[in-house]
């Protein structure tokens, strides 16, 4: 039997737009590098590099860097697993695992563009959709009752192939909740795509592979890195300067509202399932409900953030290593992005991880290495100007993440400024101070970039896809 038509090959020869969910998309030569590729730096003509054909490591987290990933076209998506936020942390507290909520995002966002009434946006529909929060548990439950058994409208117009591997994942993530119905799940606020997500990284043990199935059924070829691989919890935590300690992304960067408080004990030693780690935190809330316009009102931290650093589920700290495809990504590609948004929750633990530093400073083919700074600060950064972002970012990298101290006297390698950022994007009305001398002499160049259109006296600007393209193919056309 011909094996392309077995997986999914229209039988008359003409491609199939409802073809198998095993026709995994192909990646283009500068998504998937072989390694004797990924050493050869990408082509320059006359001394400029193109943000069409050139490769880019673009890091971020959250709602920020969604908002501008459109604008790179061949990139590498670094992303943070540590969010503890939404339904994210409902799957925690019950399944355990690594966070997926930011990688769900991101994934939704680089689903390919389709009409309306196309299957992909569908199934777009379908992973974007979250359970209302203000559902009722029982309304909850019967709304997700009526999609995991295939009868919502929500599965209109999707392929019966692709319809039926989605929904046996979700009943998969059904039946292994059903197994911890101790810890009484909520399905309130819970996102369709998280639980899928969640299920095939549970079924796998990979979440690379649950990523590779993502993209399978969306047709995608966004190239997804979480920027560490593991089937455990990991959180984040911050430590101030005057000493205090803040556990969770949440709690650092925008405490919202609990759905439902719960203090959970430590799990029982008979049910410790290998999906399920202890959880030897004090409490986990069971679903919290963040809203984006509550960044702008926010009670200031005690003092600002010294140093972020990373605990498992026990609250001890631990030293993660990186996932080796992003330190790959960061030694071959030709320009790395440091996203706007979140500083300290959503590139920070990108950065915090050993061998980062000296995969970002010592590469021979980034030719540039940009910051797109916030226009306004938030809880995380308040009262920051844009050399306190690039030094928080030159201290992280240059702090205890290195490897051990090595050489003549044990010296530990400290980078300058220049070698981890060489550009500062910032947006004209920003409200947030850019000494333009100050920065310069640090060795990085500041180019300010020009808002779409004018969005009033009251409201600060923000970046779009476009205006990142504009200043980004400016700074990419100079002679580096």
């Known amino acids: ?226 920027v560490i691989v593991t089937n455990h919890t990991v959180t984040i935590a911050a430590e101030l300067e005057d000493g205090e300690r803040i556990v969770g992304q949440c709690d650092i960067s925008h405490p919202v509202a609990i759905l439902q408080a719960l203090t959970i004990n430590v799990v029982d030693s008979a049910d410790d399932h290998e999906w399920s780690p202890l959880d030897g935190l004090e409490s986990r809330p069971r679903n919290v409900l963040f809203q984006a316009d509550g960044k702008d009102h926010y009670e200031p931290l005690s003092s600002r953030i010294s140093r972020l650093f990373y605990i498992n589920e026990y609250g001890i700290e631990i030293h993660p290593l990186p996932n080796p495809n992003y330190l790959a990504s960061l030694r071959t590609s030709a320009t790395l992005v440091y996203s706007c948004g979140s500083l300290w929750t959503s590139i920070m633990p990108c950065l915090a991880l050993q061998g980062v530093a000296r995969a970002i400073a010592g590469s021979n083919s980034l030719r540039a290495k940009i910051l797109l700074l916030n226009s306004e600060n938030d809880r995380e950064t308040a009262g920051y100007s844009a050399i306190d972002y690039i030094q928080a970012i030159t201290c992280t990298l240059n702090n205890q993440y290195q490897p051990q101290p090595y050489g003549l006297g044990n010296a530990r390698t400290i980078y300058p400024v220049s070698a981890f950022i060489t550009d500062l994007v910032y947006l004209r009305g920003g409200a947030i101070i850019v000494d333009v001398n100050k920065l310069t002499a640090l060795g990085v160049r500041c180019t300010e970039a020009v808002p779409e259109e004018d969005v009033g006296s009251h409201q600060l600007p923000r970046f779009t896809a476009n205006t990142v393209r504009r200043a980004i193919n400016g700074i990419l056309t100079h002679d580096l």
């Open 1 to 226: 039997m011909d094996l392309s038509s077995s997986l999914g090959a229209h039988p008359d020869g003409i491609d199939s737009p409802e073809s198998s969910v095993f026709d995994f998309p192909m990646r283009n030569s500068t998504l998937v590098r072989s390694a004797p590729q990924l050493e050869i730096p990408p082509t320059i003509d006359n001394g400029t590099i193109s943000l069409d054909s050139s490769p880019f490591v673009f890091i971020s987290g959250g709602t920020g860097g969604n908002a501008i990933c459109t604008a790179f076209p061949n990139a590498c998506y670094a992303l943070p697993v540590s969010d503890d936020g939404g339904s994210s942390s409902e799957i925690i507290r019950v399944l355990g695992g690594p966070s997926i909520g930011d990688i769900r995002n991101r994934l939704v966002r680089l689903i390919p563009s389709a009409s309306p009434s196309s299957s992909l946006n569908a199934i777009r529909t379908l992973f974007a959709y979250r359970l209302p929060h203000h559902y009722s548990e029982r309304q909850a439950r019967e709304e997700w009752r009526d999609i995991v058994e295939g009868r919502s409208a929500l599965w209109n117009g999707i392929p019966t192939d692709r319809k039926e591997t989605i929904r046996g994942f979700l009943v998969f993530f059904e039946n292994e909740v059903l197994k911890r119905a101790n810890k009484n799940f909520t399905f309130v606020n819970g996102s369709i795509g998280n639980y899928f997500i969640a299920a095939a990284q549970g079924f796998f043990r990979s979440l690379p592979s649950a990523i590779s199935l993502f993209s399978s059924i969306t047709k995608s070829q966004a190239n997804i890195l979480p």
